[in-house]
Structures are given as structure tokens and as C-alpha cells.
T-cell receptor
Framework: GAVVSQHPSWVICKSGTSVKIECRSLDFQATTMFWYRQFPKQSLMLMATSNEGSKATYEQGVEKDKFLINHASLTLSTLTVTSAHPEDSSFYIC?????????????FGDGTRLSIL | QQPVQSPQAVILREGEDAVINCSSSKALYSVHWYRQKHGEAPVFLMILLKGGEQKGHEKISASFNEKKQQSSLYLTASQLSYSGTYFCGTASNTGNQFYFGTGTSLTVIP
């Protein structure tokens, strides 16, 4: 089956640090990648949708200058949390799909647990 | 824009059945169902496309009523492995929006 690799699995860092999270599709071309944020016992909240080669589309309320998304190739998307603060601590998870996400399943990475001290 | 699921939580004994509902305020092109276990990534279950589809996956099946903008997931003869949080995901008719539902926590006990 389709495999998505997300790194790192967890990060603990000091306030003010920038953190980069990578999401790679290992065996298929991901035309679309999604970035979600999930708080404990809550749903996955979509942060942004990124299509290969174009700028990401951010959801309302998500600061694009704080959460930088790059989808430079069909197998790699990155999320950089710039100048992270404790309120940015959360579980970040990416998903990837091909050929239109309306009728294709999303394949998820294992998520990144981010803790900002 | 987030689809609403009901119930929020349900506890079943092994062998019992359950229904999870997903309701959207927007016209839908498709409904996806995923299951997430604690601390893990969501796992894809099935997709239903507009046209009133019904699908089955072993003892887990689903229906999609596009007119009512609703979908239901049916779990029959539940097993302990069914425990987890179930999310529906909806893609709009315009094809450029996808949102996960509020989630339903399902616990199966012996």
C-alpha cells in the first residue's frame, strides 16, 4: 500500500526555535498534501492544502508566515513552524494523495509531536 | 464547515452493532471514513461517492445520502479491534475543500 513517511516523530525545543517537519510519499506521486494539527481528543484540523509546484492554500486563521509550507516535488512537502512558542505545541500530521483527493484516500504519515518549552 | 458526527462517544460489548452518523452543511461530492487509534495516524476505511453509494468492508459498511448531505457508518458484530476514534471526511462539490468531522470515540469491551 501507499506509504507516507513523516519526520521527525517528536521534537522538544525551546521557545523561539524554528522547527521543520518533512512529509515524504515513498511509493507514489503525491500531487496533493495536507497538513493537519490535532489537539488531544479532538479532530484533525486542516491547516493547509499544498499542491506540487504551487503555493499552499491556508485555512482561515492559520498564519502563513508562521507555518511555512513547501511542496517542491511530487514526493516531498515540508512544514516549518517559525519562532515556535508553547501554544504551538501539538500533534502535526501530514497526508498525501494522488490524482485528486475527492475520490482518492489520504495516506497519513505517523505524525510529529511538537513540544515547545 | 466541519462535518458534525454523532454520537460523540459510544461503548459497546463485543458482538454488538453500532451506527455512526456524519452530517454536513455543504453539498458533497464524496465522504471518506477513517479510524484512528490513540497516538497513531488515521487509517483509511472507505470512500463513498455521490450517487447514493453503499459500500461494505467485512463487517463495516457505509451509506451516503447526498441529498441529505449525510453519511452513516455501520459496524456489525463489533470486535475489540474496532475500538478507536472514527472520523468522516467530506469533499465538497467544488472539489477544493476537504474537512474531517468532529469524531466519534468507539470503545468495545469484552
Amino acid at each position: 500500500g501507499a506509504v507516507v513517511s513523516q519526520h521527525p516523530s517528536w521534537v522538544i525545543c525551546k521557545s523561539g526555535t524554528s522547527v521543520k517537519i518533512e512529509c515524504r510519499s515513498l511509493d507514489f506521486q503525491a500531487t496533493t498534501m495536507f497538513w493537519y494539527r490535532q489537539f488531544p481528543k479532538q479532530s484533525l484540523m486542516l491547516m493547509a492544502t499544498s499542491n506540487e509546484g504551487s503555493k499552499a492554500t491556508y485555512e482561515q486563521g492559520v498564519e502563513k508566515d508562521k507555518f511555512l509550507i513547501n511542496h517542491a516535488s511530487l514526493t516531498l512537502s515540508t512544514l516549518t513552524v517559525t519562532s515556535a512558542h508553547p501554544e504551538d505545541s501539538s500533534f502535526y500530521i501530514c497526508s498525501a494523495t494522488s490524482r485528486g483527493y475527492s475520490n482518492q484516500p489520504q495516506h497519513f504519515g505517523d505524525g510529529t509531536r511538537l513540544s515547545i518549552l | 464547515q466541519q462535518p458534525v458526527q454523532s454520537p460523540q462517544a459510544v461503548i459497546l460489548r463485543e458482538g454488538e452493532d453500532a451506527v455512526i452518523n456524519c452530517s454536513s452543511s455543504k453539498a458533497l461530492y464524496s465522504v471518506h471514513w477513517y479510524r484512528q487509534k490513540h497516538g497513531e495516524a488515521p487509517v483509511f476505511l472507505m470512500i463513498l461517492l455521490k450517487g447514493g453509494e453503499q459500500k461494505g468492508h467485512e463487517k463495516i459498511s457505509a451509506s451516503f445520502n447526498e441529498k441529505k448531505q449525510q453519511s452513516s457508518l455501520y459496524l456489525t458484530a463489533s470486535q475489540l479491534s474496532y475500538s478507536g476514534t472514527y472520523f468522516c471526511g467530506t469533499a465538497s462539490n467544488t472539489g477544493n475543500q476537504f474537512y474531517f468531522g468532529t469524531g466519534t470515540s468507539l470503545t468495545v469491551i469484552p
